[in-house]
């Protein structure tokens, strides 16, 4: 059985693609984390946004949940992400902090690594957005 690690993730999206950070494994997701104990799933994609790129989040709008794959932690443990994701409009200049080592930005024709779950998670705003 998976543990369930609740999550927000933000969409932010500029004039260069949508916004993602990566670590050392230059593997791109979308900002966002876990949330804390007593924390929202909103409040912790606010968090996290600032956490790991210095953007402050000026406006936000929930747009839907995402259930991931399992994955294992170098315990072993497995887990799996129970996901809100919410649509960031946010001010500041993006640098990359704390474990986050690369920000970049997404867009179809970009050839930046995005993990399968973001891809399917920016695939469904899409389908959104562009209803």
């Known amino acids: ?7 927000g993730a933000a969409i932010v ?3 260069r693609g949508i ?9 791109f997701i979308l900002p966002g984390g876990g949330a804390n104990k007593g924390e929202s799933r909103k409040m912790a994609a606010i968090r996290e946004l600032h956490e790991e790129t210095g ?9 839907f949940s995402y259930v991931g794959g399992k994955w294992h932690t170098h315990s072993g443990n497995s887990v799996r992400n129970h996901a809100k ?17 690369y920000i970049d930005f997404w867009n179809p024709k970009s050839k930046i ?6 891809k399917k998670v920016i695939d469904k705003y899409l389908i959104i957005k562009n209803g």
């Open 85 to 101: 994701v919410f649509l960031i409009n946010a001010t500041g200049k993006s640098r990359p902090r704390h474990e986050i080592k």
């Open 13 to 15: 999206e500029t004039s």
């Open 19 to 27: 916004l993602v950070v990566a670590g050392r494994s230059k593997k």
């Open 55 to 63: 953007l402050r989040t000026k406006r936000i709008k929930y747009l």
């Open 113 to 118: 690594h995005i993990t399968h779950g973001t």
């Open 1 to 7: 059985m998976s543990k369930i690690r609740r999550k």
